[in-house]
Nanobody
Framework: QVQLVESGGGLVQVGGSLRLSCVVS????????AGWLRQGSGKVREFVAT????????QFADSVKGRFTISRDNAKNTVYLEMNSLKPDDTAVYYC?????????????????????WGQGTQVTVSS
C-alpha cells in the first residue's frame, strides 16, 4: 500500500519561510514523479510544483515561481517544498502527491488527474 505523509506545515508571518516534507512508502520512489498541490478555503485544489523522478525537470505554478523550490532525496524517499517570501494568498492545505511509475526521466505531472496517490495534507497559514 502506497502512503504519503506530509510534515512541516504551520503558522508563519508574511515574508517568512517554511519547508514541507513528504515521505513516500510502498512503491519505487526513485521512479515516481511527485508534486505538491494546494487548496485554499473555498477554492479548488491547484497545482503548485512538480519534480520528475530523476530530479532533472521541475515545474512551478506562476504564482509561486521565484519563491518556492521543489527537491527530492530518492535515498530517503522524500520530496520537499521550500517556500520563501510567503504571502497570505499562500494559505492553504498543501498536499503531496505521487504519479504512476514512468520511464521518462523528465516527466513532470502538473494536472491533478495525473496523480494516483495523495497525502493527508498539511495546513500552511500565512498571517499578516
Amino acid at each position: 500500500q502506497v502512503q504519503l505523509v506530509e510534515s512541516g506545515g504551520g503558522l508563519v508571518q508574511v515574508g517568512g519561510s517554511l519547508r514541507l516534507s513528504c515521505v513516500v512508502s510502498g512503491r519505487t520512489f526513485s521512479r515516481t514523479p511527485a508534486g505538491w498541490l494546494r487548496q485554499g478555503s473555498g477554492k479548488v485544489r491547484e497545482f503548485v510544483a512538480t519534480i520528475s523522478w530523476s530530479g532533472d525537470s521541475k515545474q512551478f505554478a506562476d504564482s509561486v515561481k521565484g519563491r518556492f523550490t521543489i527537491s527530492r532525496d530518492n535515498a530517503k524517499n522524500t520530496v520537499y517544498l521550500e517556500m520563501n517570501s510567503l504571502k497570505p494568498d499562500d494559505t492553504a492545505v498543501y498536499y503531496c502527491a505521487a504519479a504512476g511509475l514512468n520511464g521518462n526521466r523528465y516527466y513532470t505531472p502538473s494536472r491533478e488527474y495525473e496523480y494516483l496517490y495523495w497525502g493527508q495534507g498539511t495546513q500552511v497559514t500565512v498571517s499578516s
